[in-house]
């Protein structure tokens, strides 16, 4: 079955460092992928996608990320991270040679940035 | 541009009863999805309403329901209600639900079965 995976469940940076997350997907056929962050106390907001076109993609507030086909991979970049990027982030993809439109989602990774 | 509303926020029920969620969707949206998001995991599929139908479905049983307004909100209703349905409830919405739509997120209901 088709499923998507965030190995880093918790990192802890502090400010300034960069920062990568882990996103890997289970499917050989076309994707479209989804970064979402949940602040603490607010809702999922969408940080970036991907469609199609160029796999290096950037989104709101300094993030981006790299679509690599090879490694079924999408991993979140941002070269220097600030005490307000301290959330949940959520890696997605819908799966679209199987018909379906729904999202499916990797179990969330927490990131804490300490000052 | 009003957002994804949810209501209510917060709600508490005893095991075996039943309860409705609802859900507006974003402005010019017309795809209402349910997500249901369990403590320290990523939000599973429910279903997925288009057009006042249900379009899609995921590993859920039958005990959730759900309904499509011609305004495009959605309710959610889950019948029997069991410990483990405690979660946060999240609402959707989109533009058609075709290729390439993008999903926005409401703030959630949480649900706690006592």
């Known amino acids: 079955a088709q499923s998507v995976s965030q190995h880093n469940h918790h990192v802890i940076l502090s400010e300034a460092a960069s920062l990568e997350l882990g996103c890997n997907y289970s499917y050989g056929g076309t994707v479209n992928l989804f970064w979402y962050v949940q602040y603490p106390g607010q809702h999922l907001q969408l940080l970036l996608k991907y469609f199609s076109g160029d796999p290096l993609v950037k989104g709101i507030k300094g993030f981006e990320a790299e679509f690599i086909k090879s490694k079924f991979s999408f991993n979140l970049r941002k070269p220097s991270v600030q005490w307000s990027d301290t959330a949940e982030y959520f890696c997605?993809?819908?799966?679209?040679?199987?018909?379906?439109?729904?999202?499916?989602f990797g179990s969330g990774t927490r990131l804490q940035v300490q000052p | 541009d009003a957002g994804v509303t949810q209501s209510p926020t917060h709600l508490i029920k005893t095991r075996g009863q039943q309860v409705t969620l609802r859900c507006s969707p974003k402005s010019g949206h017309d795809t209402v999805s349910w997500y249901q998001q369990a403590l320290g995991q990523g939000p599973q599929f429910i279903f997925q309403y288009y057009e006042e139908e249900e379009r899609q479905r995921g590993n859920f049983p039958d005990r959730f329901s759900g309904h499509q307004f011609p305004n495009y909100s959605s309710e959610l209703n889950v019948n029997a209600l069991l410990l483990g349905d405690s979660a946060l409830y999240l609402c959707?919405?989109?533009?058609?639900?075709?290729?390439?739509?993008?999903?926005?997120f409401g703030p959630g209901t949480r649900l706690t079965v006592l």
């Open positions: 959707a919405s989109s533009l058609n639900p075709g290729g390439t739509d993008t999903q926005y």
């Open positions: 997605a993809a819908r799966f679209m040679d199987t018909g379906r439109r729904a999202l499916t």
